[in-house]
């Protein structure tokens, strides 16, 4: 290594120093330590990275972060898959053991995601809220948001429909900046 690349291989070991200490309290902007020490992407939720949950329960609809809902919700979610909202979503059951295992350990009191954190304070303990857009937090983020812009818009229909609004859901970011309804404005804009 001549001089030149070894004071430059220097540098860039004392600038990624520095970006790991200035990250180092920034829980509140969503990013969180891996187990590892490094820092994960900002990301308000853990993104899924079960392929059998992608897979199985993001056929109808976006597959919600396990860390939306908590562990007895899920539970009952899935022990009541054969009337699913009004749909059938019956699952074999080595697929469902899979994915109802996922769920447990992912499930939003054992995540220390902010937004998890957030979700189960707003769920008080007796409850088992069976929809994500039930729990309070998650409503009271969304009373600004006119009826005409979900249930009256095509490309929405329902606030369910959490990726059609929020661009990078699928990541488990749910920054306003980050929102763009379709046929709006973008939000905060208007
Ligand atoms: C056959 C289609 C289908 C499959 C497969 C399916 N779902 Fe659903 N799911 C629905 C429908 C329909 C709704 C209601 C959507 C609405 O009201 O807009 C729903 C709603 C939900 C909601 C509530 C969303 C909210 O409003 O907060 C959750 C949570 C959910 N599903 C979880 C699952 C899980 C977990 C699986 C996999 C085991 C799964 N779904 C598989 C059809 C399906
Ligand atoms: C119709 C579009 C739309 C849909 C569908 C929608 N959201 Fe939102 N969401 C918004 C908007 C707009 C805001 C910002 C609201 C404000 O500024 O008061 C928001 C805010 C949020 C926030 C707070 C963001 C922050 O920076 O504090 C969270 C968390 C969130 N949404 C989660 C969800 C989840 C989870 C779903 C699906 C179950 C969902 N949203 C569905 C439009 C939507």
């Known amino acids: 290594m001549n001089v030149r690349n070894a004071i430059l291989a220097i540098a860039a070991g004392a600038l990624t120093?520095?970006?790991?200490?200035?990250?180092?309290?920034?829980?509140?902007?969503?990013?969180?330590?891996?187990?590892?020490g490094m820092f994960e992407r900002s990301a308000d939720v853990a993104p899924v990275n079960n392929a059998t949950y992608a897979k199985e329960c993001?056929?109808?609809?976006f597959a919600y972060q396990p860390g939306l809902l908590p562990e007895r919700s899920w539970q009952k979610i899935l022990d009541g898959l054969s009337n699913h909202f009004g749909d059938n979503a019956e699952l074999a059951a080595?697929?469902?053991?899979?994915?109802?295992?996922?769920?447990?350990?992912n499930s939003a009191e054992h995540s220390s995601f902010r937004r998890s954190e957030k979700i189960m304070r707003s769920i008080e303990n007796k409850a088992t809220p069976m929809r994500i857009t039930e729990i309070r937090y998650i409503q009271t983020?969304?009373?600004?948001?006119?009826?005409?812009l979900i249930k009256g818009n095509d490309k929405?229909?329902?606030?369910?429909?959490?990726?059609?609004?929020?661009?990078r859901a699928d990541q488990g970011s749910y920054s306003e900046g980050e929102v763009k309804i379709p046929g709006a404005?973008?939000?905060?804009d208007d």
């Open 58 to 61: 993001g056929e109808c609809h």
């Open 17 to 36: 120093f520095v970006s790991q200490i200035s990250l180092s309290d920034s829980d509140h902007d969503g990013r969180k330590r891996s187990k590892g």
């Open 185 to 188: 404005a973008r939000w905060g």
């Open 141 to 148: 983020r969304h009373y600004e948001v006119p009826a005409r």
């Open 94 to 105: 080595d697929k469902r053991q899979e994915i109802m295992k996922y769920l447990a350990e």
């Open 156 to 167: 929405v229909r329902s606030l369910s429909n959490c990726s059609a609004c929020h661009t």
